[in-house]
């Protein structure tokens, strides 16, 4: 599987393809033409072709993909079959919600623990977990050794809160703290969320034909 | 200003420049040259050329871009010095940190209120906001004209909920109920959320060259 200079692009697409072929399995369908796909997807029947043949053979002429096998394969190249070890960072509504309503194992991940700096909040119970205070950290991480920390704390804490983290052996970022994570933690993956991004591309197209 | 056909990936793109542009001006920067901007977004510079040229001229051949002034002009660009009236629909967990959270205004939105269906938590403030009944959104929309809703409710509930607001008067949705909201809604524009993607995306760049 050629997985190398896999564009941003590309990358961006591989979500909604999946989501979209569970959605198709769901309602029973069995096969999909690249044209069908591309039109309900808003792309181009080419640009489909080409993003999946960066990681092999999908589909077969004149018969389309069959959904529930490029949907398996997609779940490989993701890496959806994961069980990479979790724990958010920041117990405060955003953490809390984070907690509640993502379900980490359907995307690979396995939440082990939530923690916060505040004393009030420690000992709280949220979605099973009790609320750790950060001093556990370092004992925590080098029993459990997770991989993943989703950040849920105030833009001052993230980077060095970060850097603590990634010296404790986290390799991974989900970053919910507004402003990316300093470039020089190149040696991680961090995937910034912005939401506020979002509400902009909103305003720009409320906005367009005006 | 020529602001039809823009391309879906400018549209992602724009939010960056500009948030980006924000984090300079604020460490006091001047101006900065395409070659520069590019390195630190990872972009090249004839791309941002490219991009920034589907909205007019600015910068100067060697002298770069004035900071201030290109962000002033992206604020007009995607509309941020609007005004649009908002309501929150779902004072759950998730509709309760987008309103603390979220500053509607620095967007070019204005939040109106905050709706709920469960009566156990409509009286609550949120945010300044008392959380008011779904029954009551007709009267209040007629009053208020709210244009955009951000939807924080159950997927199930989406839908039916969307075509509600829409004969309600709402223009655009800020979907954050998993599952698109129907293409058939096409007179609207609908910015959807997808955390579960972002999170894929990491899945997968932690998969990479594993």
């Not at 909604?16 to 044209?35: A, D, M, T």
């Not at 394969?73 to 405060?92: C, F, T």
């Not at 977990?129 to 004992?139: D, M």
């Amino acid at each position: 599987m050629q997985k190398t200079s896999i564009s941003e692009s590309v990358v961006r697409r591989l979500p909604r393809y999946y989501r979209f072929l569970s959605e198709l399995e769901k309602r029973g369908k069995e096969r999909i033409s690249s044209g069908e796909l591309a039109k309900q997807l808003s792309l181009t029947a080419s640009q489909i072709r080409q993003d999946l043949n960066c990681f092999g053979e999908f589909g077969q002429q004149g018969y389309g993909y069959n959904i529930s096998a490029l949907k398996r394969q997609l779940r490989l190249i993701i890496g959806l079959e994961g069980k990479r070890p979790a724990i958010i960072v920041g117990a405060g509504n955003l953490g809390k919600v984070i907690a509640a309503n993502i379900d980490f194992g359907a995307f690979g991940f396995c939440l082990l623990g939530i923690f916060d700096i505040d004393r009030n909040i420690c000992g709280n119970e949220i979605a099973g977990f009790t609320v750790q205070h950060i001093n556990e950290l370092r004992t925590f991480c080098e029993r459990e050794k997770p991989l993943v920390a989703v950040l849920c704390i105030p833009q001052e804490a993230a980077q060095e809160t970060a850097e603590m983290l990634i010296s404790l052996g986290i390799k991974g970022f989900w970053n919910f703290s507004h402003g990316d994570l300093n470039a020089e933690l190149d040696i991680v993956q961090v995937e910034n969320v912005h939401l506020g991004d979002s509400l902009m591309r909103l305003s720009y197209r409320m906005s367009e034909g005006r």
